[in-house]
C-alpha cells in the first residue's frame, strides 16, 4: 500500500540547502512530500510512489527553507532618528554612546513602554520580515537592563508567533550596556545580571541563550566570562557580539565556551578564527550595521572560508545601528560588502543561521526537517541575492501548513 502524505508540492525545482555536492544543494524537477509538519520525502518527482491528500503544483518555481534570522533587537520602543543625523554631521557611534545617547536612550524609552505598545510595534517589525520568507526569528532583549523590562521584552519577543508563522528563538542580552543607575560600578551591574535577572529568566524559561556585548564602550573580558559561567549553569546557551569596533578576543572567550555564535566580527583576528571552527561555533556577520555605521573595516571572510568556519548572515533589526527589516536587503549587502557568494548567502540565511540557534530542525529542505518553506518565482537562486526589493514568495509553508 502507498504510503500516505498530508501534502506534495510538485513540478518545483529545489535549492534544499543541503550539504549536496550541487550547488545550493539543486535538485531539479522534484517534489516535497509533508507529514505531521514536517519534511518526509525530498527528491525527483519521478521517484515519488505515495499519496498524498493535497497536491500543490509549483509551475517550475523555485522551493527554498524558510529564511532563518538569527540576530535581530525587534522589540524595543522609540526612534533614533535623531542619532541618525547626529552621525551624518560628524559624531561617531561611541560618542553618542558616552553623550546618554545610543542604547542608553533606547532603553529609557522602552522601560516606559507597555506590554502592549511593544508587542504592537514589533509585530510590525517581524510582520515585514516574515513578507519577504522569514520562518525563524532570534530576538534578543537588553533594552531594558532591569528585572521586569526584560522579562516583559522577552515575554513579547515569544508572544509574536501567536500572530504569524514563525519560530520565535529568545535571547537574554543583559550585558548590553550600563544603565544609568549602576554609573561607573560595571562589576555590580553584572552581579545583578547574573544574580538577580538570569536566574528569574531561567526559572520562567524565557529564553534559550545569553548574550554580550563584549567591547571596549561594552564590557570586558572578564566581566562577560562571568556571564557566561552563570549561563551555562543554568542550562543557557551562548552568543557574543564581539569585534565590532576593537579586537577584546571576546570571540575567542565566546567559542571557548562553546558559542552557538559570534556576531559582528569586524575586528576579528585570524589567530582567533581557528578557534570559533574547534568549537563549532558560527560566524554571524552583520552587514546592516556595518552599512549603517559608515564602517571600513571588513570581517575576515577569507579567513573564516579557509578554516571552513560556518558563516551565517542577519539583519542586527535595532533602532541605533542597523534599523533595516528586510533579510532580502541585508543579502545583497553581504554580497557587495563583504563579498560572499550568493550561494554562501544563502547558506547563510539558512542551514547556516539555523547552527546559529542550534535548530538542526530548521535551515534546509531534508526529511525530518520542520517543513517551513517559501516558493520563489524566479529563474535562479542567485537572484534573491542579485536584486534588491525584487521578489517577494508566491507560497509560503510554516510547519506544514499553508501560511
Known amino acids: 500500500m502507498p504510503q500516505q502524505y498530508d501534502l506534495l508540492i510538485e513540478n518545483v525545482h529545489l535549492a534544499s540547502m543541503t ?37 500543490f503544483d509549483g509551475q517550475g518555481q523555485w522551493l527554498l527553507p ?16 535623531d542619532e541618525f543625523e547626529k552621525r551624518l554631521n560628524g559624531v561617531s557611534y561611541a560618542e ?12 529609557a524609552a522602552t522601560r516606559l513602554a507597555s506590554f502592549d505598545s511593544l508587542q504592537k510595534d514589533a509585530l510590525k517589525r517581524a510582520s515585514r520580515l516574515a513578507e519577504e520568507g522569514v520562518t525563524t526569528i532570534e530576538i534578543k532583549s537588553g533594552y531594558g537592563l532591569d528585572l521586569v523590562t526584560e522579562i516583559n521584552m522577552l515575554k513579547v519577543a515569544k508572544s509574536l508567533s501567536q500572530f504569524l508563522p514563525i ?45 554580550v556585548f563584549c567591547e571596549s564602550i561594552g564590557f570586558d573580558l572578564a566581566q562577560c566570562e562571568k556571564v557566561f559561567t552563570t549561563a551555562k549553569g543554568y542550562g543557557l546557551q551562548i552568543k557574543a557580539h564581539a569585534e565590532q569596533l576593537s579586537d577584546l578576543h571576546g570571540a575567542k572567550l ?51 572560508r579557509q578554516h571552513n568556519v560556518p558563516i551565517a548572515i542577519a539583519t542586527d533589526l535595532n533602532p541605533g545601528s542597523s534599523p533595516i527589516a528586510s533579510i532580502l536587503t541585508i543579502m545583497n549587502m553581504a554580497s557587495v560588502l563583504f563579498g560572499l557568494t550568493p550561494h554562501e548567502v544563502l547558506q ?17 529542505i531534508a526529511v525530518g526537517k520542520d517543513a517551513d518553506m517559501c516558493l520563489w518565482d524566479i529563474q535562479h537562486p542567485a537572484e534573491l541575492v542579485y536584486g534588491v526589493n525584487q521578489h517577494r514568495p508566491t507560497q509560503k509553508w510554516f510547519r506544514g501548513k499553508h501560511a
Open 254 to 304: 565566546a567559542a571557548n565556551f562553546q558559542a552557538l555564535s559570534v556576531d559582528h566580527l569586524e575586528f576579528l583576528s585570524e589567530e582567533d578564527v581557528s578557534v570559533l571552527k574547534q568549537n563549532n561555533t558560527v560566524a554571524v556577520l552583520l552587514p546592516g550595521a556595518f552599512y549603517f555605521l559608515n564602517e571600513t573595516k571588513k570581517p575576515p571572510v577569507a579567513a573564516l
Open 96 to 107: 553618542i554612546s558616552r553623550q546618554g545617547g545610543g542604547i542608553k536612550s533606547t532603553v
Open 66 to 81: 524558510g529564511f532563518v534570522d538569527c540576530h535581530t533587537h525587534l522589540v524595543y520602543a522609540g526612534s533614533r532618528a
Open 19 to 55: 550539504n549536496s555536492a550541487q550547488p545550493y544543494g539543486e535538485v531539479r524537477d522534484a517534489a516535497v512530500a509533508i507529514s505531521e509538519g514536517k519534511i518526509a520525502y525530498v527528491g525527483a518527482k519521478a521517484g515519488f510512489t505515495g499519496h498524498a491528500e493535497q497536491i
Open 167 to 211: 519560530d520565535v528563538a529568545t535571547t537574554y542580552l543583559g550585558a548590553h550596556a550600563l544603565p544609568l543607575e549602576y554609573a561607573n560600578r560595571a562589576d555590580d551591574y553584572i552581579d545583578f545580571v547574573c544574580e538577580v535577572v538570569m536566574p528569574e529568566i531561567a526559572k520562567q524559561k524565557l529564553a534559550d541563550s545569553v548574550d
Open 348 to 364: 547563510g540565511v539558512t542551514i547556516h543561521a539555523a547552527t546559529a540557534l542550534g535548530m538542526d530542525n530548521k535551515g534546509s
